[in-house]
């Protein structure tokens, strides 16, 4: 029970990087490389601010804030300096690795006995609470602070998809999407298209340094090495979402994007149970996207030879 | 009122694919008048309209539109002022976005886009209701997605969203020409009923020699990056399709004649 309950949080948690994936990867069509080192500038800000006393949700701003910035950054390397978009995303992401250490000072911080943006939930959900420190959740005991980490990471989740869905249906959010799907038309309604990449990029990227604050948060440390390849786990799970969700209304597509993400986290979750090595966890998520990305194409071609096949047969 | 003057672009310099593909163009388009450009195959029409667009920076010469300097404006703020529709009818709407969302985008042409909700129940009533104008039976499919529609019908969304907003002037690059002989008859129909109603500024590429005839009330012919021919006021309403084949022709005779005495010149004095 305790897995599937650490699946759901981390699947919440992960599930905004997954959005803010969403927004660079597929409304503004950006291939953007910098969230392996924004999700980790989220954690490191996080944790250095945690461990000197700052008021968890100053912690959480400061991050979002301090990724929002970074993305604004790839995205003026891209719109301004005229750099490759994979290009920037590369030389923002090697200089946050540089940075990430700068910030936080050594390689690792372990985050024990501070006070977390769950710690609120922790005096609610004492209240449901039992004489052994459990909550009774059908039938199986759960301890308070882990059901207390769900529910803040479920609140904070359930909010920001409905922000976010409420911004992408704005006249900016409309235009942000159509700088994505059709520049030469954006531009043509008068839409400036660099900077619309810009904000976008900003948005973006600020979602994932806030899914990288509360991953620090709840797993208990930061450290330098962990965004590496969170990037392909956040277009796993955006693949994942469209095969839930075939639809292109904005709600579904966020609710997809966050069903996505939890579901490959309880995949994880059951791979690692069965004994999957957790050394080859990124190699199989990899073979995993590109099967996903190559199956369109490999199903297309199959159905043409099949088609063909019964042409011939006929003939 | 749309003036140009002397405008020059050469693409490519100092390569072999050099292309001086406008090469002192001048002209005024006063408030109110529809004007055809024709010409041949890399005559400089479409470029023209790109200046005016702003898809490129001239390398000399200005544009001024009601006396504003515009020639260094980028192109999304003289959007501002220019409604668009192209030759291609998938690249002036956004396909995965709904027909409603396309629109609303071309409401907001020059505006700011703020942070209230884009599509209101007042929105999109009014859009319903110019939509219906159409009279493509659209005003049902506001939230389908625009790419599930036909050619002819996105060609006639585009023309709808560049003129919602009235434009200073329009520019319509071969818009008829990708889409079926039934759908261009609609299209252009439509173009004119709306540049009749709205009286705009229109500049029209076109390569149907009939569209140029009927439609317009100017014809510029272009040639090598000038222009070479204007009808205008008693001269165009007289001026037929045979009239019209006549002047290419002449054009392209004193070409003719002039290269090869270019070339002899040239033997001879250098």
Redesign the interface.
Known sequence: MSLVLGAFSMGLILSLLSLGMLISFRMIRFTDISVDGTITLGASITAVCLSAGVNPWGAVLLAVAAGAAAGAVTGILHTRCRIQELLSGILMMTALYSVNLRIMGRSNIPLLDVPTVSRGFEHLDAAWAGADNKINLLGWPVPVSDMAALASSAVICVATALLLR??L???????L??AG??P??????????QAAIVSGLALSNGLVALSGSLLAQYQGFSDVQMGIGMMVWGLASIIIGEALVRH?SIGLVICGTVLGTILFRLLIAIALRWGLNPNDLKLVTAIFVFLALVAPTLAGKLRKRLCQGVVHARD | MLEIKNIHKTFFPGTVNEVKALQGVDFTLEDGVFTAIIGTNGSGKSTVLNAV?GTFEPDAGTILLDGRDITHW????R??FIG?V?QNPF???????SIA??I???M????R???????GRRTLDEIADRVRELKMGLEDRLHN?IGTLSGGQRQALTLL??TWLRPKVLLLDEHTAALDPKSAAKVAELTSEIIAREKLAALMVTHSMQQAVTMPDRILMMHRGRVVEDYRDEMKRRVRIPDLIEAFNRVTKRELFTEPAAAMLERQYL
């Not at chain 1, 249906?169 to 235009?175: D, I, K, S, V, W």
């Not at chain 1, 030469?184 to 298209?193: E, F, I, T, V």
């Not at chain 2, 907001?108 to 505006?111: E, F, L, S, T, V």
């Open positions: 409420y911004f249906l704005t006249h900016m959010g409309t235009g999407r159509a799907n059709n030469q038309m954006a531009r043509a309604q008068g839409l400036n298209h292109n | 667009a980028p192109e999304f703020r959007a501002a668009r192209f690249a002036g709407t956004a396909a995965e976005m969302e396309n609303v985008m071309a907001r042409r020059g505006k886009r703020g942070l209230g909700p884009a599509l997605p969203m560049a």
